[in-house]
């Protein structure tokens, strides 16, 4: 478990003087919420890169520090991960530019996230609340939940959410995830945290329904 930010600090800064090209991180998931003093500890480290060989040249810098390569297993294997790193306590979750197949790091996505750090070969960014948000919504990972609600809790901008749901589904063709994203902001709402986009959600998800609908009458 990582219980500092500080700790993936250091690593990075380790990393570093692995590597000879420079390469951008942007950072989703639990080390997010543990910078911002919204989780106590992690232990995973989830990482997006969008350039391959960015991608390829990172995990090469880690397979050097003694990192080594595991298979995904249970949930994970869902989330599209091109790679799982371990060592000792710190265990690194690649991704390629995707999240769950389609879910991309968009151009907003990465316009919103923040950089935290800048080495000689690394740039760290942080995702935005938001985007980690809408991420988590879409996994099925234990504790994705009570992240949502700590994000919640702490504040969110409810209208960026909504606009990159609609921009995913509509530049991915899959307008099911409405559905599932649907489902689990139902659950946050019997656990007592406000959706103020709720209504939106609920427009889109019968409009998928009725045109499943309308689709199944054609074909019958």
């Known amino acids: 478990m990582i219980s500092q930010y500080k700790q993936i600090e250091d690593l990075f800064k380790e990393v570093n003087k692995h590597l000879t090209t420079c390469v951008n991180l942007y950072t989703i998931g639990g080390a997010v919420l543990l910078y911002h003093g919204l989780k106590p500890s992690t232990k995973d480290i989830d990482l997006i890169l969008i350039d391959k060989d960015e991608l390829n040249n990172f995990h ?7 990192f080594q390569t595991t298979l995904p297993t249970g949930p994970y294997k869902k989330l599209n991960l091109s790679k799982i ?3 000792e306590d710190f265990r690194i979750d690649l991704f ?20 935290v750090q800048k080495l000689d070969h690394i740039e760290v960014y942080l995702c935005s609340n938001e985007d980690i948000f809408v991420f988590k919504t879409f996994t099925e990972r234990k504790g994705d939940l009570d992240d949502c609600i700590s994000l919640a809790k702490r504040g969110l901008r409810w209208n960026i959410i909504l606009d990159e749901l609609k921009h995913q ?8 995830w409405i559905t599932w994203i649907a489902e689990r902001l139902d659950i946050l709402e019997e656990r007592g945290i406000n959706i103020p986009i ?23």
């Open 60 to 66: 090469h810098a880690l397979s050097s520090m003694q």
């Open 85 to 87: 790193l371990v060592r």
């Open 96 to 115: 390629f530019q995707y999240v769950c197949k389609k879910f991309i790091l968009s151009k907003n996505m990465q316009k919103r996230a923040k950089r």
């Open 169 to 176: 589904i509509q530049t991915s063709g899959e307008s099911v």
């Open 198 to 220: 709720m209504k939106e959600i609920n427009k889109l998800r019968d409009n998928y329904f009725d045109n499943l609908e309308k689709n199944n009458i054609k074909n019958c």
